[in-house]
């Protein structure tokens, strides 16, 4: 039972009982049907094949390869492999261009392999990486571009293609958040050299930990699979350099299940958006990013704050949500290029467009886990803080560090890959 807002000192900022009785995250983990997840499980046991390429683990590849309807998939044991597999299997090097805005690990898996990335600006209409910043980047120095399908909602891929074909560099996209999505009615996965996939146990569809490389091009297939395995062939030999990418038959047997549910989760995703979507319309200063159902997974409820018409910033609100145990979350601050080590290695660097979205977007729990009634609760004290936004602005009640009283365990951080 959710505890209704009748004045400011009912919020729990203020002193008040929080609304919820417990955490609400973004990113909880959806769970399909335990009991067939058990016998699985089981059956691995039984079998004692608990890796190394297994039965489940081959039937995932098959059973994702046809839903995204691509030739190939080879799954790994997280995302983050997957990004570094999938550059070593192009074989990129001195440059990269990636946007800022998104999670850390794009640019880790560059970083880490020793190839410079180069931030990019974004479009403020669909927060993915701004095709006309791009082409200003190119140098000869750089071997391809890193799209991001961030919160599910393709790239401008068409311009993209043209801009890495007439440079000849590659072309991949990080997918991590574009499972089971389209562009222009074509599966996600189909584009660029290769794209990546994220199944993080907060991704709407997850295998505890888990990641993919799908592509359509056999040799970029084959070199993946023999790099996620220490550069073995099928033969048994070893034939390139490689690492230990591979993805267990639990993870598996998890990603399995999870697909046989995969119509709910994203019936629920659907249906959330669309509540939000009704209660937050024409609130001053609160825009929810839009998304094609059709072709969308819409695991992401994203919300830009703009303080100039709500009379409260993005922050102070999310304030106010914590304390309500609403852990809604600011997705990603502040910018790859303001954190380390790319903030010492480039401090004059400006993006505007990621800088100001860093300021103001907000992503809000759902998935499974998340009721009408409980959208209508947050909605609420949504439209409780900004009708009452100056006033908690200018409250004398010090602003405290975000997440600072909130147990680890109870942060869910939503890996784009991990």
């Given at each position: 039972?959710?505890?209704?807002?009748?004045?400011?000192?009912?919020?729990?900022?203020?002193?008040?009982?929080?609304?919820?009785?417990?955490?609400?995250?973004?990113?909880?983990?959806?769970?399909?049907?335990?009991?067939?997840?058990?016998?699985?499980?089981?059956?691995?046991?039984?079998?004692?094949?608990?890796?190394?390429?297994?039965?489940?683990?081959?039937?995932?590849?098959?059973?994702?390869?046809?839903?995204?309807?691509?030739?190939?998939?080879?799954?790994?044991?997280?995302?983050?492999?997957?990004?570094?597999?999938?550059?070593?299997?192009?074989?990129?090097?001195?440059?990269?261009?990636?946007?800022?805005?998104?999670?850390?690990?794009?640019?880790?898996?560059?970083?880490?392999?020793?190839?410079?990335?180069?931030?990019?600006?974004?479009?403020?209409?669909?927060?993915?990486?701004?095709?006309?910043?791009?082409?200003?980047?190119?140098?000869?120095?750089?071997?391809?571009?890193?799209?991001?399908?961030?919160?599910?909602?393709?790239?401008?891929?068409?311009?993209?293609?043209?801009?890495?074909?007439?440079?000849?560099?590659?072309?991949?996209?990080?997918?991590?958040?574009?499972?089971?999505?389209?562009?222009?009615?074509?599966m996600i996965g189909n584009f660029g050299s290769l794209e990546v996939l994220s199944f993080h146990a907060t991704k709407f569809f997850n295998t505890f930990e888990g990641g993919a490389i799908v592509t359509n091009d056999d040799l970029v297939a084959t070199r993946a699979r023999q790099m996620r395995d220490y550069g073995y062939d099928r033969n048994d030999d070893v034939v390139s350099g490689g690492t230990n990418g591979k993805m267990n038959e639990?993870?598996?047997?998890?990603?399995?299940?999870?697909?046989?549910?995969?119509?709910?989760?994203?019936?629920?995703?659907?249906?959330?958006?669309?509540?939000?979507?009704?209660?937050?319309?024409?609130?001053?200063?609160?825009?929810?990013?839009?998304?094609?159902?059709?072709?969308?997974?819409?695991?992401?409820?994203?919300?830009?704050?703009?303080?100039?018409?709500?009379?409260?910033?993005?922050?102070?609100?999310?304030?106010?949500?914590?304390?309500?145990?609403?852990?809604?979350?600011?997705?990603?601050?502040?910018?790859?290029?303001?954190?380390?080590?790319?903030?010492?290695?480039?401090?004059?660097?400006?993006?505007?467009?990621?800088?100001?979205?860093?300021?103001?977007?907000?992503?809000?729990?759902?998935?499974?886990?998340?009721?009408?009634?409980?959208?209508?609760?947050?909605?609420?004290?949504?439209?409780?803080?900004?009708?009452?936004?100056?006033?908690?602005?200018?409250?004398?009640?010090?602003?405290?560090?975000?997440?600072?009283?909130?147990?680890?365990?109870?942060?869910?951080?939503?890996?784009?890959?991990?």
């Amino acid at each position: 039972m959710t505890i209704r807002k009748q004045s400011l000192k009912d919020l729990a900022i203020f002193g008040g009982e929080p609304a919820f009785p417990e955490h609400l995250h973004v990113g909880r983990p959806n769970v399909g049907d335990r009991e067939r997840l058990f016998e699985r499980i089981d059956d691995i046991l039984s079998r004692r094949w608990l890796t190394n390429h297994g039965p489940y683990v081959c039937e995932l590849e098959r059973r994702i390869a046809d839903l995204q309807a691509v030739k190939h998939c080879v799954v790994t044991c997280n995302g983050t492999i997957a990004l570094q597999i999938g550059i070593r299997a192009l074989g990129l090097s001195g440059e990269v261009i990636l946007p800022s805005f998104t999670f850390v690990a794009t640019a880790h898996a560059l970083e880490w392999l020793g190839i410079t990335p180069v931030f990019c600006d974004v479009s403020a209409s669909d927060h993915n990486i701004d095709p006309r910043q791009v082409e200003k980047l190119i140098t000869p120095r750089t071997s391809g571009i890193m799209g991001v399908h961030l919160w599910g909602r393709p790239c401008d891929v068409a311009s993209l293609e043209e801009i890495a074909a007439r440079h000849r560099i590659h072309l991949m996209f990080d997918a991590a958040h574009a499972f089971a999505c389209s562009y222009n009615q074509r599966m996600i996965g189909n584009f660029g050299s290769l794209e990546v996939l994220s199944f993080h146990a907060t991704k709407f569809f997850n295998t505890f930990e888990g990641g993919a490389i799908v592509t359509n091009d056999d040799l970029v297939a084959t070199r993946a699979r023999q790099m996620r395995d220490y550069g073995y062939d099928r033969n048994d030999d070893v034939v390139s350099g490689g690492t230990n990418g591979k993805m267990n038959e639990v993870s598996a047997a998890m990603g399995l299940t999870g697909l046989e549910s995969l119509d709910e989760f994203m019936a629920a995703n659907r249906r959330n958006n669309q509540d939000y979507r009704t209660q937050l319309a024409n609130l001053p200063g609160v825009r929810m990013a839009a998304f094609d159902e059709e072709e969308s997974n819409c695991q992401y409820v994203v919300v830009e704050i703009d303080e100039s018409q709500s009379g409260i910033g993005r922050d102070r609100l999310m304030e106010v949500l914590h304390a309500e145990k609403v852990l809604a979350r600011r997705y990603f601050y502040p910018g790859c290029h303001r954190g380390e080590p790319y903030r010492s290695r480039y401090p004059a660097l400006r993006l505007p467009v990621t800088e100001a979205l860093c300021e103001r977007v907000l992503t809000l729990p759902t998935g499974t886990a998340v009721e009408a009634e409980t959208v209508a609760a947050i909605c609420d004290l949504i439209r409780f803080a900004v009708r009452h936004g100056s006033e908690i602005s200018e409250s004398a009640l010090p602003r405290r560090k975000t997440n600072r009283n909130v147990p680890k365990s109870d942060l869910a951080v939503d890996a784009i890959l991990s």
